[in-house]
């Protein structure tokens, strides 16, 4: 069973950048495509963008496109989801998720991981 931890997340104001952190061994990051989701307190788990060996970075969520960017980290065997000009429409519980191939859609992510807290002061 692929094991996923994020990390970074944290308070934030409008219009800050913040990096999060999926992080996973080298060999599964290898095998798996790595998926950066969001949910707000009662809304859907959606999907952010994605890494993988086929799809490279891909940003799904179109409020999200020029302002976040995945990429991988060799060195620290990371997935970072970079986001700028944080909004207040931002804040939600991350996770990160390992599927066979990227996808917006949740249902395919076969592991998650805890999930970390963003959330944007006034």
């Known amino acids: 069973q692929v094991q996923l931890v994020e990390s970074g997340g944290g308070l934030v104001q409008p219009g800050d950048s913040l990096r999060l952190s999926c992080g996973a061994s080298s060999i599964e990051l290898d095998y798996y495509a790595i998926g950066w989701f969001r949910q707000a307190p009662g809304g859907e788990r959606e999907g952010i963008a994605c890494?993988?060996?086929?799809?490279?970075?891909?940003v799904y969520l179109d409020s999200a496109k020029g302002r976040f960017t995945v990429y991988r980290d060799n060195a620290q065997n990371t997935i970072n989801l970079e986001m700028t000009n944080y909004t207040p429409e931002d804040p939600a519980v991350y996770y990160c998720?390992?599927?066979?191939?990227?996808?917006?859609?949740?249902?395919?992510?076969?592991?998650w991981g805890p999930g970390t807290q963003v959330t944007v002061s006034s």
């Open positions: 998720g390992a599927a066979l191939r990227c996808s917006p859609r949740p249902v395919y992510f076969r592991a």
């Open positions: 890494f993988g060996s086929a799809e490279r970075d891909v």
